[in-house]
């Protein structure tokens, strides 16, 4: 009689545990470059509504690369973020504005203190939709104002490969030399310099 209950029991549980996980949330996925990417995983991590996000390479010519081929800049892959989040909390033209105000989009192959193009900003594109709100929200940026010129890449995405172990919540794990990075390369100071003045006005078209 105890092993019926307990068997009973099992099953309830599987299928109760079945059940929860068939309505589970949906988990979008987005893949962003802002330069390093201890930073960027920093940025996106205070984001209410994502889930985790994962550093990587993307967009090289080889497979598996290491952090000291991505750095020394012969692969073509550019350091990037996985954020993976939640869409009923989050959306993805959300996720686009906390994006351009975390870097700095005037900078072509480099971001802040690290240049080359291992460190250019880019936003990598899952589909379609990803495609059109990614070229909406940087035509939006442009019309504003704001800059006169924009460099971040928009291309469709490739392989991503997780970076190493130790790369991974970086500004977890390492806090006092993660904060001792960012303010060495003046990367607030920078952001706080672009997105907190008021856009300059563009200058007047000539008529010839």
Do not use: K, M, W
């Given at each position: 009689m105890r092993i019926r209950h307990a068997l009973l029991a099992?099953?309830?549980t599987a299928l109760l545990g079945g059940?929860?996980?068939a309505q589970a949330p949906p988990v979008a996925t987005a893949i962003l470059?802002?330069?390093c990417f201890w930073c960027v995983e920093a940025d996106f991590d205070k984001l209410p509504g994502v889930i985790a996000t994962e550093a990587g390479y993307i967009g090289g010519h080889i497979a598996?690369?290491?952090y000291e081929q991505v750095s020394a800049g012969g692969t073509g892959h550019v350091e990037a973020v996985r954020i993976s989040y939640d869409p009923a909390r989050l959306g993805y033209a959300q996720l686009l504005d906390h994006f351009w105000r975390h870097i700095d989009p005037t900078m072509k192959d480099g971001q802040f203190c690290?240049?080359?193009?291992?460190?250019?900003?880019a936003i990598f594109i899952l589909d379609e939709a990803q495609r059109l709100a990614a070229e909406a929200s940087r035509e939006a940026l442009l019309k504003s104002g704001r800059f006169d010129r924009i460099h971040t890449e928009i291309a469709a995405a490739g392989p991503f490969y997780a970076a190493e172990?130790?790369?991974q919540d970086y500004h977890l794990n390492n806090p006092l030399s993660y904060?001792?990075?960012r303010r060495l390369c003046g990367r607030d100071a920078r952001v706080r310099q672009l997105w907190e003045a008021p856009p300059q006005p563009m200058?007047?078209?000539r008529s010839d």
């Open positions: 099992a099953l309830l059940g929860a996980a470059a802002g330069g598996n690369p290491t690290d240049s080359g193009p291992q460190y250019r900003s172990a130790y790369h904060r001792f990075y200058p007047p078209s």
